[in-house]
Each structure stands twice: as structure tokens, then as C-alpha cells.
């Protein structure tokens, strides 16, 4: 029998790992908001995608995960009581988040079958492959509604239709009179922190100088740690907008929506960009498990650079894929002028 929700109980939703991945699967929280519409839907989440989160629509509210965790057990409990806990799904495995539902006595556990912690705490047990499977990691996150009676595999573009925002934060008027109202403005976000196979910055460089800045802003963007890498290019180009370490996540969301493309490798940011129905560029390895069949973003303006060849030769070279560097800075200038055309009229 199909999971059952009394009435005024919740449930929770946990995914603690990266923004990307937390990103994919914020269309679970729709789909059990059309399954429960009278239920309250909790995300557990760490403090670094929070920010994200309490913007979207189908999210009634948040625990963070790292406060959680510095509380005495008996404080937890009360938290997931204070909620009305009454099934959790544990999209992102982990022994620690696993047994912590089975300590506060959540009554209804689901994870994957394929961890042998599931097996002590979970309770309802959902067995398929992530690495082996066909299927986008949004697709694959809605196997774990099945114990709530949704078997259906929605579509990329039925996924791409369940991101719902509530407003967003105004962006900071000191970044926002930095920002030119008559050009067309395209991010930049060159590093991933090493998660995805990079474009190099020489890739970068050379696809700035194909953009006529009488027409095109172009704005860098990354966090304080990236910057030394990202120096190459503010010594070359003048003229872009150096934002690499000066916003905090919720203000980088809102300067995406402010503008008009972003260009990143398999990135958090990408996703963000792609969820706000930016033109969102993304460049992609074609090597298994990372390539865009797996991990693209999802929406209405992405374009996946990926070449279509077998990548033996870089699959160990993450430093200096040559799939992804074999993708030219004219192409991608030539799809921004595209774009860029449409958008002016």
C-alpha cells in the first residue's frame, strides 16, 4: 500500500551535498505537493544551498543540517516533532542522515536499497542504479516517490515546468548600478571548485575578445578562493566586470536574474541560471557519469556544448580534458550572437 499522510503531519525532503544536485531535486517537492496537497513539504539542507531553497514556491520551509547537527539528540527530536515529521525521503545517502531519521523516529524512511545502512534504518527501500542508468539525475530522483504510489518518469521538459519561485531577493544596488542597461549581459563563471571538467581560462579569454563591448557586458563571477586563477583574464580584458568573490549566494541568484546568459561547466551556478530561465551555456564532457545526459541543466534556454566522440583518452586527465577544450570560443561566440540578436528584437 502506498504511503499515507495524515493530515497536519509533514514531509521531509533531505539533500545535503552540493547546489546542483540540491537543484535537481527541488522538482520532488512539486510533484509531492500534487500528491499531498495538504501537507507541508520540509527540505533538510546545509547552510550553503538554504539560501535557494527558501525562494522556492513548493517549499513550505527548511531545517538546516548543520545547526541540526550541533544539537543533543533529545533537541532533534523535538525539532522533527515541532514539524510533524511523518516520512522523510533521503535523496542524498548517508549512514549519518540515515540513522538520524530512524533516531527521531520519523515513521516512514525511504532511501535507496543499495547502501547497507538502509537495510538498519529505512523502512521503505527503493532499489535502482544511478551510475548505470540512462536516465537524468532529476529522472532518477523521482524513483524514490514510488513508495508514495508515483511510478511516472517525467519528462525533461515536464521537470523543467515544476521549478516554482516565490520573489526573489533585489539585487544590492551597488552591484546593480554596476550593471549596463542597454547591453546584453553574459556571466561568466569559469572554476567549479574541481566538481566538472573545465574550460580553460585561455578558452574564456578568447571568447570575451569575440564580444563587442559597446554590445555585450560581461561579467565574471566565482568565489574569493578562485580569484588568483581567474587573474589571467582581468590582465587581458579590461573591460569586463570583475565580481569573483562580492556576492553571497542569494545576491549571485538575483544579479543571474538581472541578466541575460551564463556560460559555466557542469556547475551549481549553471543549474541556477537554468532554473531562472536565463540562456544558460553549458560545457560538458562527454565521459560517463558527467556527461550532460546525466547532469544537464534543466530548462527552457539551456544550450550543452558537448563533443560527441569517445573519451578514453582524458578520462583520467580531469586537468586537461581535451573533449572539453577541443569546444571553440567561436562557437559559443557565434550561439551568444544569436541570442543576443533574437533578444534585441
Given amino acids: 500500500m502506498p504511503i499515507h499522510l495524515p493530515e497536519n503531519t509533514s514531509i521531509l525532503v533531505s539533500r545535503t551535498d552540493s547546489i546542483g544536485d540540491v537543484i535537481l531535486t527541488i522538482p520532488l517537492t512539486f510533484q509531492l505537493k500534487k500528491l499531498f496537497p495538504q501537507n507541508k513539504v520540509v527540505f533538510l539542507c546545509t547552510s550553503y544551498t538554504q539560501p535557494i531553497l527558501k525562494h522556492i514556491q513548493t517549499i513550505d520551509t527548511t531545517i538546516n ?26 535523496a542524498f545517502p548517508s549512514y549519518e542522515i540515515t540513522r538520524l531519521m530512524y533516531q527521531t523516529n520519523v515513521p516512514y524512511r525511504v532511501a535507496t536499497s543499495h547502501r547497507w545502512y538502509s537495510w538498519i534504518f529505512c523502512n521503505q ?5 544511478r551510475k548505470n542508468s540512462n536516465l537524468h539525475e532529476a529522472q532518477l530522483n523521482f524513483k524514490l516517490l514510488e513508495p508514495f504510489g508515483y511510478t511516472n518518469t517525467p519528462s525533461l521538459s515536464e521537470i523543467s515546468d515544476m521549478y516554482q519561485f516565490k520573489t526573489l531577493t533585489p539585487l544590492p544596488e551597488t552591484i546593480k548600478q554596476k550593471l549596463h542597461p542597454d547591453k546584453f549581459k553574459v556571466i561568466l563563471h569559469p572554476k567549479s571548485k574541481g566538481s566538472a571538467r573545465e574550460w580553460k581560462i585561455e578558452n574564456y579569454i578568447q571568447l570575451i575578445k569575440h564580444l563587442d563591448s559597446s554590445k555585450y557586458q560581461v561579467i565574471i563571477t566565482g568565489t574569493k578562493n578562485e580569484l588568483p586563477a581567474l587573474q589571467p583574464i582581468f590582465k587581458e580584458c579590461s573591460d569586463v566586470l ?13 544579479l543571474i536574474n538581472e541578466c541575460d546568459a551564463l556560460i559555466a561547466a557542469s556547475t551549481g551556478t549553471l543549474h541556477m541560471a537554468a532554473i531562472l530561465g536565463k540562456h544558460t551555456i553549458g560545457i560538458y564532457p562527454p565521459i560517463r557519469p558527467m556527461h550532460p545526459g546525466r ?6 534556454n539551456v544550450k550543452i556544448f558537448c563533443k560527441e566522440k569517445d573519451c578514453h583518452e582524458c578520462k583520467n586527465n580531469p586537468y586537461d580534458c581535451r573533449c572539453v577544450q577541443s569546444i571553440s570560443s ?4 557565434s550561439y551568444i550572437y544569436s541570442i543576443a540578436s533574437q533578444y534585441k528584437n
Avoid: C, M
Fill in 242 to 254: 570583475n565580481l569573483v568573490g562580492e556576492t553571497s549566494l542569494d545576491e549571485l541568484i538575483s
Fill in 330 to 333: 567561436n562557437e559559443i561566440a
Fill in 295 to 300: 547532469w544537464a541543466a534543466i530548462g527552457k
Fill in 65 to 90: 543540517y548543520n545547526d541540526l547537527t550541533s544539537l543533543p539528540l533529545n533537541h532533534q527530536k523535538q525539532i522533527f516533532q515541532q514539524h510533524s515529521i511523518y516520512a522523510s525521503i533521503i
Fill in 125 to 129: 527501500r527503493v532499489s535502482f542504479s
